[in-house]
């Protein structure tokens, strides 16, 4: 049976990515180890203990070295698809006990169903092409009421870039290709979620804005962080240095602030889902509800065609 799938992402370019920037990563690991320590934060807010966890996409070990004793993680399977970042992972400095590592395709994972109590993933789902497929498999890898914490770039992300790169390209080259990589948008997360069989979903986002003192840094980090764009389509030609230069100009031109440095946008979708269980609670049906709505509202429930008023005030309808 031939595969249907629509491929958007060279995933042979992303590895190759992810293959270079391991040699370097510690100079340009802001922003991967910002959304960890978000990660480990909402962990912190799950008061229970993981003997067993998945860091799926685990770059150099950044969440293993941040999560410290937030998350109740007592074992933790680092996984990345580029082999020289596992290998890096497996030996960063940690408070985690047992923390191996390996090299995985977030597409194709290893793992028996019903291996682990807790899925990590930040900042590396997005270069799937099947998201609701490796959303699956993340499910099925878990065990019953196991929690799934996931982080990655949505719509708003580098939007500013995309933009001077499309004025630029256009400007000097007649037309424009794929410079930034499509993202997810947040009212999708959800529904990717529950696509995914994932029980309790929900979605939040944060907005990181990050400073650089010009857009060719800004390029530089996205390269040194494995994120520069991986889209089958793209032009596959490198892109002229007068046309990046000419993009520079636009971003600062449009974009840029009093001090003459330029914001770089990162809206960060985190996604949190658990795998079903017998134990957990259910949405209630219509009727169900223990508490009534006036008791909420601080008033009285009263007859249909009376007004309602704060409690002891009598009130009435009709004319005085």
């Not at 340009?28 to 180890?33: E, I, K, N, P």
């Not at 499509?182 to 029980?199: H, I």
């Not at 770089?264 to 795998?275: D, S, V």
């Not at 269980?277 to 509800?289: C, F, N």
């Amino acid at each position: 049976m031939s595969d249907e799938r629509i491929l958007v992402f060279d995933r042979a370019a992303v590895r190759r990515r992810r293959e270079r920037a391991a040699a370097d990563f510690d100079p340009h690991d802001f922003l991967v180890a910002e959304v960890a320590d978000r990660l480990a934060d909402r962990l912190d807010d799950v008061k229970r203990s993981f003997p067993l966890a998945l860091d799926l996409g685990c770059h150099a070990g950044t969440f293993a070295s941040l999560v410290g004793p937030r998350g109740g993680i007592e074992t933790l399977i680092q996984a990345d698809l580029a082999p020289a970042m596992a290998r890096r992972a497996a030996g960063v400095d940690s408070t985690i006990g047992q923390r191996p590592a390996l090299a995985a395709d977030e597409e194709f994972l290893p793992f028996a169903e019903r291996s682990f109590d807790l899925a990590v993933s930040g900042m590396a789902l997005h270069w799937t092409n099947d998201l609701p497929g490796a959303l699956l498999q993340i499910n099925h890898a878990l065990k019953p009421d196991g929690l799934f914490l996931g982080a990655l770039p949505g719509g708003e992300t580098l939007h500013e870039l995309r933009h001077a790169m499309l004025l630029a390209e256009s400007e000097l080259e007649g037309g424009a290709g794929p410079r930034v990589s499509p993202f997810a948008e947040l009212q999708d997360a959800t529904a990717l979620l529950q696509r995914a069989g994932f029980a309790l979903p929900v979605s939040d986002v944060d907005t990181i804005t990050v400073t650089y003192p010009n857009a060719l840094r800004l390029m530089a980090d996205l390269r040194g962080m494995g994120q520069s764009n991986a889209v089958r389509e793209r032009r596959r030609a490198w892109t002229r240095r007068h046309t990046l230069l000419r993009a520079a100009e636009l971003y600062q031109e449009i974009y840029g602030t009093a001090d003459g440095k330029v914001p770089a946008t990162f809206q960060i979708l985190f996604l949190t889902g658990w795998r079903p269980d017998a134990s957990q609670p259910l949405p209630l049906r219509p009727g169900d509800a223990q508490a009534r709505l006036a008791a909420a509202l601080g008033t009285e429930e009263i007859s249909t065609g009376v007004k309602a008023g704060p409690p002891g005030s009598g009130g009435r309808g009709g004319h005085g």
